[in-house]
């Protein structure tokens, strides 16, 4: 199984990259949405953000208001950090179990947007992700589709600059793919790392 870790900062197109992929036969494991998996009704790591942020971050139904648990740890180093001890872990957990479930020749993309700053995906039975794939953009490109999808530019401008810099992602990534132009034109690139991914599974 080869598993390759997909990243970029917002408004870089890291998740129409990751469709594309899907598309070319890849199974995308989206690690954002597995981080709210975990702490939703049930989750694995439900119980201990309750018991370690209280009540002030639970919904009438005493599970976790994910609003009211972002704003406990906005702007809060120390608080986010004892929020990933939590999580984070969680997210590994259930993304080794997603893996342990599928076909043993599987060509798996961890969709992930802080790959650089954290170690998800980084598995402690060592079956996490072998291969990293940056996805790029010029900067002024990434604030205008953000802000097509309804973010205001200076939201989005402080996003970048608190997310890891091009130069951080690019000191880890094995490919960088530049995502300047149309969907066509993306098309092709994902084709030509499709490519690549092939020559990387054909190592194993």
Known sequence: MLVIGLTGGIGS????VAGLLADCGAVVLDVDAVGREVIAPGGLAEADVLAEFGVGVADAAGHVDRAALGRAVFGQPEALARLTAISHPA??????????ALPVASLVVLDMAILVESN???LPDGNGYTKVVVV???TELRVDRAVAR????DDVRARIAAQASD?????????VL?????RDRLAQRVGELWITIMGWASAE
């Not at 530049?178 to 149309?182: I, Q």
């Open 136 to 138: 790029e953009a010029p």
């Open 91 to 100: 997210i590994n957990t259930e993304l080794a179990a997603r893996l342990a």
């Open 150 to 153: 309804g973010m205001s530019a």
């Open 178 to 182: 530049t995502n300047d132009g149309d």
């Open 167 to 175: 130069a951080q992602r690019r000191a880890v990534a094995d490919v």
């Open 120 to 122: 998800l995906g980084k």
């Open 13 to 16: 197109g890291k998740s129409t």
